[in-house]
């Protein structure tokens, strides 16, 4: 069952198409996993189920295991489950996605650079601002995961 909403790749490929050619740049720099990880920590804060279903299959089909994939919701409680880099990462995504509340704190974006070369940084904080833009599409259009 589709959604009553107007959809973006029905109305306006051309914008559709520019989205997917700005993530194939960004997956082109960024470490697939970790990219992978800031789509779907993204997408629950945003509470967007069809792109929290999307991520969630893609990481585990790329082998991620399913309890690292579950505790992205709590990765600050989840202890020793993601290396230093994941956590810097995930942190930038909550700051960037949540970015109305206080910005994108110095000491938050100097941990995920600690990390990162500049060309990977700002790759990452491209795919930050790309995902929240997926999430309001799929939120703004009724967008729902299909039953596997």
Sequence with gaps: ??????QLARHLPEAYAELARLGAVVDAVLDADLHTLVKLRASLLNGCAFCVDTHTHEALTSGLSPQRVSLVAAWREAGDHFTEVERAVLEL???????????LPDDVYAKASAHLSERETVALITAV???NLYNRLGVGTGMTPTVR
Excluded: H
Excluded at 95 to 102: D, K, P
């Design 1 to 6: 069952m589709g959604s009553p909403r107007a």
């Design 93 to 103: 995504v909550d700051a960037l996605t949540r970015v109305g509340e206080n910005g």
């Design 129 to 131: 601002g790309l995902i």
